[in-house]
């Protein structure tokens, strides 16, 4: 076994705390490169490790956390990545004892990918593999994942370092107070996510003191089995005599000592603000405590960026939603031959609302691009449903578009037991970690009796469990039949399940409705094999949610078997229709009126119709202003109060902005010429020493879409050229972004300059270290805590004050 794996199982190791405040203390000058140090000034880089060496730090990372191509590039070093991450490491190993583990630290590329951003995961797994390779030939023992803000990025992250390496990976995401990430992921979806990938260790570092890390462990720990580890920051920054500070002692970051050990976490250490002294403190306090921990039983979850879902075990049978399929829908089939998804997004939403666990997505038909459209139907449904998905191909370059789009743990459909079918997907599901539907065929065609289908199963899991994909993650599909071609058979199935169940202890999986092809009254049929599959363990179900039959035999099943307590379900859904049956069936098919139609495309993101409905609302005489403020911007507030309320998180805000982007676009070919009324003026700047410009543009983006003219300077910006460019253009407003520590105080220097200019401003400040106390420390008239609040507050401002 690994040497650091081994540590791990025999005791809690201490890893070591901040390094960028320690560098600027010794002459990192603002705006310059931690990581070009290694180069520059080594003897100072070398000196910080060897203080949290004599600290009693267990493991210490190395000075390479912006050391990928990208962040490089910022301060023109982007071809001495290779030359940086191994001097990194060199360093790191001068400082180590012979007991002391080398941690390379990779962090965020300041990119989103694709559909938030520009990114493709293939450039991220490049630029990734780019600077991990350098690391792990320096000699580096394991690689730390940290403060990363995108799942999908962190996937590609993690895929990128099994390709290059075999070292052992911790991952780590940083959330905010609310308990999830900037793009909405919240712990147990990371974590169902980072476990699937095959990481060691997961955790969260960053953005909170050690209260708010043990509740964000404490999620986790309810859907991983995997050690984690505990990095908080020293409390919540604060601004004393000038300087910021982090109020956090020593002892405070030891309080949770005990329930951290109880919780699994095999390594504690420090983020911003922690220091030699809060590194030696942990390490004393660990000697207090038994330190011994026993992991918990896995089990299978599947998520997405914003969602969980358990399949198998003692959970309820799981409704997988079937209709993304173009089988006998020639509409579907001709959206997917013209690369349009309206149907696909329709679909999953009216599916989840109908009771839908996870989504079903296929787009294999003739003359179709099935991988290029299965990429596509992926970023469809992430775009306007957070349900877990369900990948349905049987082409490997189909279902890898779809993994690498995908960004949780998602569910193949399927491997078979044969040869070719082995040899080709399951190797994918170990790569991105999904877990697989496995056919209870092989190359004979699909086996008469339940001992068979046992059999092949068998030999599914044997061939799974070789490859490292957990028993957890294989899934049977017993394989239904219709009856009326063979009656016997229905038997052979319900059997099937029992024994899969009880001699592989696997859960089972089935595509319900084919019991009754060819036969009238299908749902009748249907709905009564679907109960008596349930009884007999099935735990997921391929069907029509939208089946009101078929829905009403799961709902009252689970009460029967005991899997909805006190029938709190049962009776939540059908109250209503004991007080009003007649009422509860009459549809309303009231049509939209245009303006409600604009306003529903923006809510959804949908840009493939929008550019149409603007066409509609001009041909139907509406004036460009009024397709805006009437149609356009309506969805656009609904947005902002949707999101307010958690119902939607910032993948899909930045779609609704594409799509109001869209519309507006042309719109503007409409009123070329004229005078556009604009809300105000504000200029947009990253502080100077900062390099992170991702949650300021959403801003940006967001305060044009509501009619501001923004005027952007970029990142890195220096307080005189705010100035300078804030009375060039006469700007009503001033937003400040910093989302590093570092770099907090920078703000105040600017604000105060800009007072001292006399330049008579509103000045707004956001960013992922940023606090309202601590804007209300510096005299920042407002403060933000995302974009949506950030256009709220300035709304509120400038139209009070105008």
Not at 667 to 686: D, F, H, N, P, V
Not at 764 to 779: D, K, L, R
Request: glycine letters at 10%; hydrophobic letters at 45%; charged letters at 25%.
């Amino acid at each position: 076994m690994n040497k650091f794996l081994q540590a791990i199982e025999q005791r809690v190791l201490v890893l070591d705390g901040a390094m960028g405040t320690m560098l600027q203390e010794r002459g990192l000058a603002p705006g310059a490169s931690p990581e070009g140090m290694n180069l520059e000034q080594p003897e100072v880089v070398e000196a910080v490790h060897r203080e949290y060496v004599d600290a009693g730090a267990d493991i210490i990372v190395t000075n390479t956390f912006g050391g990928n191509r990208p962040k490089l590039a910022n301060y023109g070093l982007e071809e001495q990545v290779r030359e940086i991450n191994i001097a990194g490491v060199e360093i790191c190993r001068r400082a180590a004892k012979d007991n002391t583990f080398v941690a390379a630290s990779v962090g965020p590329t300041g990119r989103f990918l694709e559909p938030v951003g520009d990114a493709t995961f293939d450039e991220m797994v490049e630029i990734f593999s780019e600077q991990i390779s350098a690391l792990a030939e320096a000699g580096a023992d394991l690689i730390t994942f940290e403060t990363f803000l995108d799942i999908r990025e962190l996937r590609s992250a993690i895929i990128a370092a099994k390709a290059v390496c075999d070292l052992p990976l911790l991952a780590l995401m940083t959330f905010d107070d609310g308990g999830r990430t900037v793009l909405g992921t919240p712990p147990e979806a990371a974590a169902v996510t980072l476990d699937a990938l095959g990481v060691d260790v997961i955790g969260s570092n960053c953005g909170l003191g050690i209260d708010g890390i043990y509740d964000i462990l404490e999620k986790m720990r309810s859907v991983t089995s995997l050690p984690l580890i505990a990095q908080a920051n020293a409390g919540l920054p604060e601004l004393r005599d000038g300087v910021t500070v982090f109020p956090g002692t020593p002892e405070e970051m030891t309080a949770y000592h005990q329930r951290l050990i109880k919780l699994g976490v095999r390594v504690i250490g420090g983020c911003c603000g922690t220091t030699p002294k809060h590194i030696a403190a942990m390490q004393q306090a660990l000697a207090d405590y038994d330190q011994q921990w026993q992991a918990p039983a896995r089990k299978c979850f599947l998520s997405s960026r914003t969602q969980v879902a358990e399949v198998g075990g003692k959970a309820a049978c799981a409704v997988i939603g079937e209709r993304i399929n173009p089988t006998g829908k020639k509409g579907y089939t001709a959206e997917l031959r013209e690369g349009k998804t309206a149907y696909i997004r329709r679909e999953a939403q009216q599916q989840v609302e109908a009771g839908a666990n996870l989504l079903d997505v296929n787009c294999g038909a003739p003359g179709v691009d099935e991988p290029a459209a299965l990429e596509a139907a992926v970023f469809a449904v992430s775009g306007v449903t957070g349900t877990p998905l369900v990948l349905d191909s049987s082409s490997p370059e189909a279902l890898e578009m779809g993994l690498k789009a995908a960004d949780g743990k998602v569910l193949i459909n399927s491997v078979s037991g044969e040869e070719k079918s082995l040899k080709a997907i399951l190797p994918l599901a170990k790569k991105y970690g999904a877990a697989i539907i496995g056919l209870a065929l092989d190359g004979k065609g699909i086996p008469e009796t339940a001992a068979d289908r046992l059999a092949v199963a068998k030999l599914i899991l044997e061939r799974a469990l070789e490859l490292g994909i957990p028993r957890e993650d294989v899934i049977i599909d017993c394989l239904t039949l219709t009856v009326s071609a063979e009656q016997k058979r229905a038997a052979e199935t319900l059997q099937a399940l029992r024994v899969v169940r009880d001699e592989l202890g696997l859960a089972t999986v089935l595509g319900v409705s084919n019991i009754s092809f060819g036969l009238p009254s299908r749902p009748v049929l249907s709905s009564v094999f679907f109960t008596m599959a349930l009884e007999a363990g099935l735990k997921a179900a391929i069907i029509n949610p939208k089946d009101e039959r078929m829905m009403d035999a799961l709902r009252a099943a689970k009460v029967l078997l005991g899997q909805d307590e006190r029938a709190e379900s049962y009776i939540a859904h059908y109250a209503d229709q004991v007080a009003a049956p007649a009422a509860a069936s009459v549809p309303d098919d009231k049509p939209l009126g245009i303006r409600e139609q604009l306003t529903k495309a923006i809510i959804g993101g949908d840009k493939d119709v929008v550019a149409g409905l603007v066409e509609q609302a001009l041909s139907e005489g509406l004036e460009p202003m009024q397709i805006s403020n009437e149609g356009l911007l309506p969805g656009l507030e609904e947005v902002g109060r949707r999101f307010g309320k958690n119902q939607i998180f910032l993948p899909q805000v930045m779609l609704s902005a594409e799509t109001m982007q869209t519309a507006f676009n042309r719109l503007k070919e409409e009123i070329r010429g004229q005078e556009l009324e604009s809300l105000g003026k504000i200029l947009m700047a990253t502080v100077e020493g900062d390099i992170h410009d991702i949650g300021k543009n959403i801003v940006c983006t967001l305060l044009e879409n509501h009619g501001f003219e923004v005027i952007d300077l970029g990142k890195n910006v220096p307080a005189a050229k705010i100035i300078d460019q804030a009375l060039k253009h006469r700007v009503d407003a001033v937003g400040l972004s910093a989302l590093m520590t570092t770099t907090l105080q920078q703000m105040d220097v600017t604000i105060k300059e800009l007072r001292k200019a006399g330049v008579k401003v509103f000045t707004m400040v956001g960013g992922a270290v940023v606090t309202e106390s601590y804007a209300q420390e510096i005299g920042a008239d407002l403060y933000a805590a995302d974009a949506l609040e950030a256009v709220a507050k300035i709304k509120q401002l400038l139209l009070a004050d105008g």
